[in-house]
């Protein structure tokens, strides 16, 4: 199964990541999900992980194999990365260099003022219909 990607839906931020990697997704690798989705709570909760914190941005990989790990903040972000080969390979590198300390305390910041520096949305944004096959969560 291709990687996850599980974000809030109605973050600014978090929707220009979605828009990026769908860019330069040139495999049709990625699929993506709302963390205020039915989809993302029980991926969560499968992971012992709060489905209520949508401060936090994941990435699962080996979906329903018995191999599946959910990674989130900055190694989920490295991962995306790495996932998308090329340029974008070396970048994900490059973040897993700075120790973990460092990049939680920046991802930290950015989380907490992502709806005052990105803006957000009243509601989820639907996705363009030539990418909706890509969100798991609509209908």
């Known amino acids: 199964m291709q990687p996850i990607i599980l974000y809030d839906g109605v973050c600014g931020l978090c929707n220009r990541l979605v828009k990026f990697v769908l860019k330069r997704d040139q495999e049709d690798r990625f699929r993506f999900a709302k963390l ?6 029980e991926l969560l909760q499968q992971h012992h992980c709060d489905p209520n914190d949508i401060d936090t941005f994941f990435l699962t990989l080996d979906y329903g194999q018995p191999n599946q790990r959910l990674l989130s903040r900055n190694d989920a972000s490295a ?32 989380a907490r003022n992502r709806y005052r520096l990105f803006g957000r949305y009243e509601s989820c944004p639907i996705p363009d219909p030539t990418v909706q096959h890509k969100f798991l969560d609509l209908p």
């Not at 205020?36 to 709570?41: G, I, K, P, T, W």
């Not at 996932?83 to 991802?107: A, M, N, T």
């Open 36 to 41: 205020q989705s039915n989809f993302a709570r």
């Open 79 to 110: 991962a995306v990365l790495e996932e998308l080969g090329g340029i974008w390979r070396v970048w994900g590198r490059l973040i897993k260099l700075f120790p973990r300390h460092v990049r939680d305390w920046q991802y930290n910041l950015i």
